[in-house]
């Protein structure tokens, strides 16, 4: 049974910094794009970072550029989202998404909240 569980959410003060995680199971995570993605309330779900299997390769949205870093852990089947310089309007909730062999597995979600 694939599993996506995303943790580390929270309310952070504007500034702050918070690191999600997302471990995996289930699947062959190494094989595995993973992404972030966020979802604020009234707004379409927005793509935040992904990461290519290997971990060589990363992107990211140009909102969250030079203050986020997606990372992962294939030997933990983890993935990370190190969120520094919070602004309130990071305030969402935050999922993972794996893309494996053209099928996508989602997790349930994380509640971020930037607020002072």
């Known amino acids: 049974q694939v599993q996506l569980v995303e943790s580390g959410g929270g309310l952070v003060q504007p500034g702050g910094s918070l690191r999600l995680s997302c471990a995996a199971s289930g699947f062959s995570f190494s094989d595995a794009f993973m992404s972030w993605y966020r979802q604020a309330p009234g707004k379409e779900r927005e793509w935040v970072a992904g990461?290519?299997?290997?971990?060589?390769?990363?992107m990211y949205a140009d909102s969250v550029k030079g203050r986020f870093t997606i990372s992962r852990d294939n030997a933990e089947s983890t993935v990370y989202l190190q969120m520094n310089s919070l602004k309130p309007e990071d305030t969402a909730v935050y999922h993972c998404?794996?893309?494996?062999?053209?099928?996508?597995?989602w997790g349930q979600g994380t509640q971020v909240t930037v607020s002072s």
């Open positions: 990461i290519s299997a290997a971990g060589g390769t990363t």
């Open positions: 998404k794996a893309v494996r062999r053209n099928r996508e597995y």
